[in-house]
């Protein structure tokens, strides 16, 4: 028996419970998720279950108090996560400059440190499709936060960073490049991998699996529909 969705039904015993409020659990079948192609994965057989959206409660346990008292930016956080022992900022979009800049200058924070900025795309979350997140570290302190800002897709705009992290140049040019995200006041926002007249961003996942012909020494690569499937 399958789901109105196609999907093979999960027994309730497999099933977690879910807390009133929060988003129920979704299951995605296989490893893209695709369904007008065979399974080229060989994880035709996976379900995926989408955790609920959490925001956790004080107090946060370990440094992270400490973190969130010193910001004293509460207007700007969305709502906090903690989780696997990690600290998650969800900041408004508009106010991410000045979030970045405390965190990096305050002497009671001092994240002088950004290991990079990257993209996700969640297109089930309406109206918060695109979120851009950073990693970043207190070489004083030896701490860590990540701070993960959201936009829409039908408007992908979102703050740059450059001028208080200049190494996130590049990082931004790849996640446009390869989500679409628009970083407002980037000093050159242009493709980093893809040619510069590609067409679509191909870490979204409503882009197309495959598809594009290419030519390696005289082979032709098919499209996945005409590859071995293994569902």
């Given at each position: ?10 027994p ?18 296989g ?11 060989g ?29 004293a ?88 960073t ?20 628009i ?5 050159a ?12 961003h191909?870490?979204r996942?409503?882009?197309?699996l495959?598809g ?20």
């Amino acid at each position: 028996m399958t789901s109105p969705d196609n999907l093979p039904e999960v027994p309730d015993a497999q099933v977690p419970e879910t807390p009133a409020a929060q988003e129920p659990p979704v299951a995605r079948l296989g490893m893209f998720g695709a369904h007008d192609s065979g399974d080229t994965s060989g994880y035709g057989g996976l379900v995926v279950r989408r955790a609920p959206q959490i925001s956790t409660p004080r107090p946060y346990g370990s440094y992270f108090d400490e973190i969130v008292d010193a910001l004293a930016l509460d207007d700007a956080i969305e709502r906090v996560v903690v989780d696997r022992g990690e600290l998650t900022l969800h900041v408004k979009r508009e106010r991410l400059v000045e979030v970045a800049q405390k965190l990096r200058d305050d002497p009671a924070l001092r994240f002088e440190l950004s290991t990079g900025v990257s993209g996700v795309h969640y297109p089930h979350l309406a109206g918060e499709e695109l979120h851009v997140v950073m990693h970043l570290v207190s070489l004083t302190y030896n701490r860590r936060v990540r701070v993960e800002v959201s936009a829409p897709d039908s408007d992908p705009h979102i703050p740059s960073t450059v001028s208080v992290y200049p190494g996130h140049d590049w990082h931004e040019r790849e996640t446009y490049d390869f989500f679409g995200i628009i970083f407002d006041g980037h000093p050159a926002l242009t493709r980093i991998m893809m040619p510069d007249d590609w067409d679509g961003h191909p870490q979204r996942k409503d882009y197309p699996l495959g598809g594009i012909p290419v030519e390696y020494r005289g082979a032709t690569i098919p499209a996945p529909d005409q590859r071995r499937s293994y569902s």
